[in-house]
């Protein structure tokens, strides 16, 4: 059973490109929530999707996007980029159904650089 | 403004011993709190929660203590193994569905 996998691992870009991450939710997983982390910082929320519609979302300017799709992936979308985006961005996912919040299994993370 | 902290960069125990980490929070609506351990290059991984009407919770060599009143909570990790070593997470939730991290404590468990 796969658990959570996010593409790319690494990636590289430079400022005001325009970035998009992938993500795959574990099996029978119907959620997903991405969250950036910061180099000496703890992961902070973005947005979360379930039925392709954002359910909430973080203090992330507009510049943040995000899309799921009927089979439940995910992605995440940053333009313009700034040097301040540079960061691993960390797909969760997890069952709407589920009572505690335990449940939210994590990917390896996307490490964005931007030069 | 950072509504779960972590105060302890870094900790150092020996193996055997019991390792403390700890936790605080400001916003008193968090319904669960949770810990989470990562390792270098692999996602943080769940380990133990705790609801907020609770005070104890208990899962093998990891418990969770919350102090309500002091806005406080520590992981116990009895006896602490050199597998334990990685970053911890403190996290929180109003009930919903967003986590508020801390920033971590990296553990070292030494031989």
């Known amino acids: 059973d796969a658990g959570v996998t996010q593409s790319p691992t690494h990636l590289i870009k430079t400022r005001g490109q325009q970035v998009t991450l992938r993500c795959s939710p574990k099996?029978?997983?119907?959620?997903v929530s991405w969250y950036q982390q910061a180099l000496g910082q703890g992961p902070q929320f973005i947005f979360q999707?379930?039925?392709?519609?954002?359910?909430q979302r973080g203090n992330f300017p507009d510049r943040f996007s995000g899309h799921q799709f009927p089979n439940y992936s995910s992605e995440l979308n940053v333009n313009a980029l700034l040097l301040g985006d540079s960061a691993l961005y960390l797909c969760?996912?997890?069952?709407?159904?589920?009572?505690?919040?335990?449940?939210?299994?994590f990917g390896e993370g996307s490490r964005l650089t931007v030069l | 403004d950072q509504q779960v902290k972590q105060n302890s960069p870094s900790l150092s125990v020996q193996e055997g011993r019991i390792s403390i980490l700890n936790c605080d929070y400001t916003?008193?609506?968090?319904?669960?709190f949770l810990w989470y351990k990562k390792y270098p290059a692999e996602g943080p991984t769940f380990l133990i929660s705790?609801?907020?009407?609770?005070d104890k919770n208990e899962d093998g060599r990891f418990t969770v203590f919350l102090n309500k009143s002091a806005k406080h909570l520590s992981l116990h990790i009895v006896p602490s193994q050199p597998g334990d070593s990685a970053v911890y997470f403190c996290?929180?939730?109003?009930?919903?569905?967003?986590?508020?991290f801390g920033k971590g404590t990296s553990l070292l468990v030494t031989p």
């Open positions: 705790i609801s907020s009407i609770k």
């Open positions: 099996s029978g997983h119907d959620t």
């Open positions: 999707y379930y039925e392709e519609e954002e359910r």
């Open positions: 996290a929180a939730r109003v009930s919903g569905y967003a986590l508020n």
């Open positions: 916003n008193s609506m968090f319904d669960y």
């Open positions: 969760a996912s997890s069952f709407l159904g589920t009572i505690g919040p335990g449940e939210l299994f």
